[in-house]
T-cell receptor
Framework: NAGVTQTPKFRVLKTGQSMTLLCAQD?????MYWYRQDPGMGLRLIHY???????AKGEVPDGYNVSRLKKQNFLLGLESAAPSQTSVYFC??????????????FGPGTRLLVL | AQSVTQLGSHVSVSEGALVLLRCNYS??????LFWYVQYPNQGLQLLLK??????LVKGINGFEAEFKKSETSFHLTKPSAHMSDAAEYFC??????????FGTGTRLQVFP
């Protein structure tokens, strides 16, 4: 099992460019999450999904969009990148029952630099 | 609602010394509690978790944590630090929502 994988590992963008980050999991998890990690800020939740075809906003959703067309994939899009979106992005997945999250499994991260 | 407070953003210990990383939580329902570790340039990996069974939980790499309801705490300990324990540690709580709530992390430095 590959667990949670993220593509790409590193990317440099110019301000205003767009890109999509891909997260894939092979554990048949219902729940998937996108976080960003910045120095001194810990992990901040961007968007999440509790099942195929569903998405919900997290703590810092502005400037990002997501889609969950297939259960195993969760895409994070930046329509018009800004320097403030320079960060390390982590995807995670977990089992869960309604209203209760179990262990989250994390991907290796994507480092994004916006110039 | 749930929240997590990690006391001390940086902790330094000597190799062989006791490691104590503090975590206090708030939850309106019986919580699940987690400790994750993040090594440089890697994702987070689970160290241990509490899900309402035994209050003393043993994890990987010699770490353990004790759930104390009266103190709303879930502190992480290791009797003897090793150089390889240097990393960032995150405490997290799961309550009655679809999300884990993470603390802001504690960076552990181990000196020889």
């Amino acid at each position: 099992n590959a667990g949670v994988t993220q593509t790409p590992k590193f990317r440099v963008l110019k301000t205003g460019q767009s890109m999509t980050l891909l997260c894939a999991q092979d554990m048949n998890h219902e729940y998937m999450y996108w976080y960003r990690q910045d120095p001194g800020m810990g992990l901040r939740l961007i968007h999440y999904s509790v099942g195929e075809g569903t998405t919900a906003k997290g703590e810092v959703p502005d400037g990002y969009n997501v889609s969950r067309l297939k259960k195993q994939n969760f895409l994070l899009g930046l329509e018009s990148a800004a320097p403030s979106q320079t960060s390390v992005y982590f995807c995670a997945s977990s089992y869960g029952v309604v209203g209760r999250v179990e262990t989250q499994y994390f991907g290796p991260g994507t480092r994004l630099l916006v110039l | 609602a749930q929240s997590v407070t990690q006391l001390g953003s940086h902790v330094s210990v000597s190799e062989g010394a006791l490691v104590l990383l503090r975590c206090n939580y708030s939850s309106s329902v019986p919580p699940y509690l987690f400790w994750y570790v993040q090594y440089p340039n890697q994702g987070l990996q689970l160290l241990l978790k509490y899900t309402s069974a035994a209050t003393l939980v043993k994890g990987i790499n010699g770490f353990e944590a004790e759930f104390k309801k009266s103190e709303t705490s879930f502190h992480l300990t290791k009797p003897s630090a090793h150089m390889s324990d240097a990393a960032e540690y995150f405490c997290a709580v799961s309550g009655n929502t679809d999300k884990l709530i993470f603390g802001t992390g504690t960076r552990l430095q181990v000196f020889p």
